[in-house]
């Protein structure tokens, strides 16, 4: 079963019944039922979602005061139940495609030390949690035994979030730390120990400071915190401000790397550390999306507030500190003397596919027969040995020596 399709009648049984165990659900009826999706879950959601939505915000680059979802009024079983079913496994799900996408490229865990986990702002778990589904769904599998450490600021969700952990792959133990992180002081205390992932979901758009200083304390995070060969996956919201602030982090850290002769890699989405092209024009950003088959609560949930999870975009960087070059780390890109990613769909151009791609020659408009590509070629998609002539405005593409399909996104 593929991430695209795994969230059947099963997995909707499996999570009903967890939810019920931990007193969010009466019955497993109520996921089925309209009029308490309505009632109980509809209204938090449409709320939850009106603060998310940073476009509608006149200054986007306002960080989100955490506070105003994790409301601890007389409703906050409901408002929690609402942004994990509505928010935490869409976002799970994200995490899952960073995760599966590791995996087709052969990333293998480091066997140096146990399997152990940090998610940063943890809120229900959703990085860890995407962690687990990725692992269930590809061949990148976290081995046993496993650890999860959680950091949240809200204890409720927290908690919520490690029982879900949990449930979902009893062979990982969790243990939560409440506390809010801010930029006045380093996230972790040096005495703390090294993870072999580190994740954080949704989590850095929360905040105003610089991505300077974003690309500061991830790098403490690799220098003091991350196994060698480990990797840190950050997820965020494919809005063009905050997708941008997150590849102005890669701009800082990468400059701090050169800089200061470091060992880090941005492994993903960027095949390389070049300049990044989506932010060199000013009105472009870089986004990815997972394509799944929603849950049926999900579906109706999303028609009663008016939303549509078909589709999930976001943007993402993935992160290592390693003595290894990158196609070690990800031995899906040797063979190839030059790679280029689409980051954008295909569309029909007369007779010609249109699509952008990303490589070290930065970012090009390119136009191609259709007979010489895959006829699902699509966001994601990896090109080698591409033959590639014009400016960067127009570009043909004149042979290729392969085309790698994803899977999982």
């Not at 006149?58 to 005061?65: F, H, L, R, V």
């Not at 205390?189 to 994740?199: D, E, M, N, Q």
């Not at 999870?309 to 070059?325: A, H, M, W």
Request: charged share 25%; proline share 5%; hydrophobic share 40%.
């Amino acid at each position: 079963m593929s991430l695209a399709d795994g969230f059947d009648d099963a997995f909707e049984g499996q999570l009903a019944q967890f939810l019920i165990q931990q007193k969010y659900l009466n019955q497993a009826s109520d996921l089925d039922s309209k009029r308490f999706l309505a009632r109980s879950v509809a209204p938090h959601v449409q709320t939850l979602s009106s603060l998310f939505n940073r476009q509608l915000k006149p200054d986007q680059s306002a960080g989100i005061d955490e506070s105003l979802y994790w409301n601890d009024s007389s409703n906050a079983m409901n408002r929690r139940l609402a942004y994990f079913l509505a928010f935490g496994l869409p976002n799970s799900v994200r995490v899952a495609g960073v995760w599966s996408e590791l995996s087709r490229l052969g990333y293998v865990l480091p066997a140096s030390s146990a399997f152990s986990v940090l998610e940063l702002g943890a809120g229900t778990g959703a990085g860890v949690t995407g962690c687990i589904l990725g692992s269930k769904f590809s061949d990148l599998k976290i081995p046993t035994p496993a650890h999860a450490a959680l950091i949240e600021q809200n204890r409720g969700a927290m908690e919520l979030g490690s029982a879900w952990i949990e449930h979902l792959e009893p062979s990982m133990s969790t243990r939560c730390f409440h506390r809010k992180l801010t930029f006045d002081e380093d996230w972790l205390p040096r005495s703390a120990p090294k993870f072999t992932v580190i994740v954080a979901s949704f989590f850095l758009n929360e905040f105003d400071n610089k991505p300077s200083e974003w690309a500061d304390q991830i790098l403490n995070l690799t220098q003091n915190h991350l196994v060698e060969d480990g990797v840190i996956i950050l997820v965020e919201p494919a809005l063009k401000l905050q997708s941008r602030r997150l590849l102005e982090c890669r701009k800082h850290l990468l400059k701090r790397v050169e800089e200061e002769k470091r060992q880090e890699l941005v492994l993903l989405p960027c095949l390389g550390h070049q300049i990044c092209g989506a932010l060199e024009d000013p009105d472009d950003w870089c986004h990815e999306e997972v394509t799944w088959w929603r849950p049926k609560y999900l579906r109706a949930l999303d028609e009663i507030a008016g939303l549509d999870r078909r589709t999930l975009p976001f943007s993402y960087l993935v992160i290592s500190r390693s003595n290894k070059t990158r196609t070690e780390l990800l031995p899906g890109l040797a063979g190839a003397s030059t790679l280029h990613r689409l980051v954008s769909p295909a569309h029909k151009l007369g007779r010609d596919l249109e699509f952008f791609t990303c490589g070290q020659d930065g970012k090009r408009r390119v136009r191609v027969q259709p007979d010489m590509v895959a006829d699902d070629i699509q966001r994601g998609d990896l090109l080698g040995n591409a033959v590639l002539r014009g400016d960067p405005e127009c570009t043909r593409l004149e042979s290729l020596s392969e085309q790698s399909a994803k899977d999982g996104f």
